[in-house]
Nanobody, 120 residues
Framework: QVQLVESGGGLVQAGGSLRLSCAASGSIFSIDTMRWYRQAPGKQRDLVAAMPSGGGTNYADSVKGRFTISRDNAKNTVDLQMNSLKPEDTAVYYC??????????????WGQGTQVTVSS
């Protein structure tokens, strides 16, 4: 009933910037916490940034000061502005959202992922 679609990934040189977007659609009543994760080949999937519905943000130490998460509750979207990118930021980035459906059911959904590659 709910789909999350990421966009904005691509190839960028070290020191450059990218802005990722995630749009949620479907039978949505409300969305609780929205999160960005990333996973490099052969590595675990790690939390990058999170933003609860009530406000506030949390960032992994590795991206603090460089990445900014934001959300638009009216549009059911969440963005990740990535600045001063480093080669170690290379990964597939995934959007995650805890969604309350119009039926009252609560479930965690994942997007399909978008590739970010940072060249040195």
């Amino acid at each position: 009933q709910v789909q999350l679609v990421e966009s904005g990934g691509g190839l960028v040189q070290a020191g450059g910037s990218l802005r990722l977007s995630c749009a949620a659609s479907g039978s949505i009543f409300s969305i609780d916490t929205m999160r960005w994760y990333r996973q490099a080949p052969g590595k675990q999937r790690d939390l990058v940034a999170a933003m609860p519905s009530g406000g506030g943000t949390n960032y992994a130490d590795s991206v603090k000061g460089r990445f900014t998460i934001s959300r638009d509750n009216a549009k059911n979207t969440v963005d990740l502005q990535m600045n001063s990118l480093k080669p170690e930021d290379t990964a597939v980035y995934y959007c995650n959202a805890v969604v309350v459906l119009t039926t009252g059911y609560r479930y965690s959904y994942w997007g399909q992922g978008t590739q970010v590659t940072v060249s040195s």
